[in-house]
């Protein structure tokens, strides 16, 4: 299965991703914790990518590209693949289309994970990453056990630096203008699904996957 998953940010993409990574074994391509893990091993491209990041802004399209591009060419994404935060603009999409045909492959399904404003708002408020992997909790739906501790890995938790309110305006503005038009995009191709994201996180897993389960007919 070749996916991607669309939608703002805090609609729980990364969560929902992250499950299908443990439960179905498809990778998970986070182009967000790609940059994020950059940024903390001070490579070339984390120092480029962190003014974007830190400001809400979307970091330039041939960056995202050849970084995407490089990570499709390793093995563990032959039997599929969920793209995570990929793509975010037409140019993106566009690539990825020429990218995957140069692979003699192609996008299964794009499932758009809709949720409210006010959910997103309080979603991304209120998110806590753990050091070590990313996993992610809340403070107003998904507590840890342990104040500031990670469950999984026992990794001290914090707040991303673009989760600051001003930034999540700003990104959910980026989102609108940019990304947005990407549902047409692939509702155009019949590969758009759409998924109802508010609520419980392993109900969310369960529509999920019936939306994948099937088939595309081609
Ligand atoms: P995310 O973790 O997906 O919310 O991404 C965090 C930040 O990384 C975004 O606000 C952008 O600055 C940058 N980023 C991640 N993916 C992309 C992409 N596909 N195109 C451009 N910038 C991206």
């Known amino acids: 299965m070749n996916l991607i998953f669309l939608g703002p940010n805090g609609a729980g993409k990364g969560t929902q991703a992250r ?9 998970q391509i986070a182009t967000g914790d790609m940059l994020r893990a950059a940024s903390a091993a001070g490579t070339p491209l984390g120092r480029e990518a962190e003014r974007y990041v830190r400001a809400g802004e979307l970091v330039p399209d041939a960056v995202m590209i050849g970084l995407v591009a490089d990570r499709l060419q390793q093995e563990d994404t032959s039997a599929g693949f969920v793209l995570d ?24 399904r794009v499932i758009y994970f809709e949720v409210s404003e006010t959910t997103l708002i309080k979603r991304l408020s209120g998110r806590m990453l753990c050091r070590a992997q990313g996993h992610i909790y809340n403070v107003h739906s998904n507590l840890p056990k342990t104040p500031g501790v990670c469950d999984v890995d026992g990794s001290p938790l914090y707040t991303r630096e673009d989760d600051r309110p001003e930034t999540v305006r700003r990104r959910l503005q980026v989102y609108r203008e940019q990304t947005e038009p990407l549902l047409a995009f692939y509702r155009a191709r019949g590969l758009y699904a759409m998924l109802n994201a508010e609520g419980d996180v392993e109900a969310i897993y369960r529509v999920l996957l019936a939306l994948i389960a099937p088939p595309v007919c081609r």
Do not use: K, S
């Open 85 to 108: 935060g990929f793509p975010r603009t037409i140019a993106q999409a566009e690539a990825l289309e020429a990218v995957l045909a140069g692979m003699n492959r192609h996008l299964d």
């Open 19 to 27: 499950l299908l990574h443990q439960r179905e074994g498809i990778p």
